[in-house]
């Protein structure tokens, strides 16, 4: 069909706009699109693993993002704002790509379709 680059700028907690983004790239992908999922500074928060979400009333999004991978979504986290974010690579949900600023750029450039989050 197309390809759709999902931007989630904004930490996953507080607003709706991490689970939306989560629920848009689950959506685009079951309507065979090349979704991908770019995670730019404090949406760089939604890949970290073990994240408690109990007694709140928002949903895992390390879980979201793992269903997102295990679909087929490309995961990219901003390298820069992991940093800014102090948070280690190693801390992300596997399958998420850390992509340098130019890759950021070039996913966006190649997204036929671009949604902000």
């Given amino acids: ?62 879980e979201g993002i793992r269903d997102c991978i295990e679909m087929g979504v490309g995961v990219y986290a901003d390298k820069i704002s992991l940093k800014e974010s102090h948070i280690d690579p190693e801390e992300l949900e596997e399958g998420v790509t850390v992509a340098s600023s130019h890759e950021i750029a070039e996913l966006v450039r190649e997204s036929d379709t671009i949604m902000i989050f």
């Fill in 1 to 62: 069909m197309g390809s759709i680059g999902i931007i989630l700028r904004r930490p996953p907690y507080g607003t709706v706009d991490a689970s939306e983004a989560v629920r848009h790239a689950l959506g685009g992908v079951t309507e065979d699109m090349d979704v991908r999922l770019i995670l730019v500074d404090g949406g760089v928060n939604a890949a970290r693993r073990n994240q408690d979400t109990s007694g709140t009333e928002y949903m895992n999004t390390g």
